[in-house]
């Protein structure tokens, strides 16, 4: 019965710790204004070690794709130009670790942007090892 509630307890930790790990991560993948009317700057600040595929889409569909291919140690930093956008779009950026989307809503001028993170999924491999 120890042994058990050792498992679990062992388990709930190792789920905590990734967790935390998971919170900073999405954190580290951000959209932002640029100086340049109609250009935004998608900023990396984590290693990627596989490239990553950036998606633009809007409720009709997809607008653009973006496939960066490399090893990053320190991330990337890439603008896009969206002044061709005049509505509500999304970014979705796929790595090996972690896939976000950002709804991205244009201000009426079509100059500046709001980004809200709407979604942030993890792909990390669990190992749970029991003892029978």
Known sequence: MKLKLLTMMIAMVAFSAIKVKA???ESRIKVLNTEKAGVIKLVSAFQIEDG???NFFTDEGTLKTDE???S???GFAKRY??????KDFWIEVI???LS???HIIPSKD???FTSNLEEAVHKYDVIVASRD
């Open 23 to 25: 919170q900073a991560d």
């Open 52 to 54: 990553a595929t950036v």
């Open 68 to 70: 960066i291919k490399g």
């Open 72 to 74: 990053f140690p320190k």
């Open 81 to 86: 130009d969206v002044r061709k956008v005049n």
């Open 95 to 97: 790595t090996p670790r």
């Open 100 to 102: 976000v989307t950002y």
């Open 110 to 112: 079509g100059k500046t």
